[in-house]
Structures are given as C-alpha cells and as structure tokens.
C-alpha cells in the first residue's frame, strides 16, 4: 500500500500542539484592515485552536 500524501494547503495553515491540538491563524486579517476597528484588529493577531470536531479531519490532511 502507497504512503499517504500530506495535504499542502492543510501544513500551511495548521500546526499540531505538544498535545495535539490544531492551532490554527484567525481570517480576515490580509487586506481591508482601515476599516475594521483596532480592537478587531488586535484579536485577529493571536492564534486559535481548532474545533475538535473539526480537528479530526485535519489530524487526517496532515497524516497524523
């Protein structure tokens, strides 16, 4: 049986934590930031973990 592939749009946009969490990078923080408030802005920089029920999916994209 062949190996299975890493997904190349999924190791670009998650990372696994030490216990297995995805964390992943908040949208809506590229273009059009004039327009949103700095207090938007601000908690767009910080990262989030994922849903676990979607985390299941991704542990499969990135061959965990």
């Known amino acids: 049986m062949p190996k299975s592939k890493t997904h190349s ?15 992943r990078e908040k949208p809506f923080h590229s273009h059009m930031l004039t327009t949103k408030p700095s207090k938007r802005k601000r908690s ?9 029920t979607d985390s299941k999916m991704v542990k499969k994209l990135l061959g965990e």
């Open 44 to 52: 767009l920089r910080q990262s989030a973990m994922m849903n676990t």
């Open 9 to 23: 749009g999924a190791k670009k946009r998650f990372k696994v934590t030490g216990s297995g969490k995805i964390k």
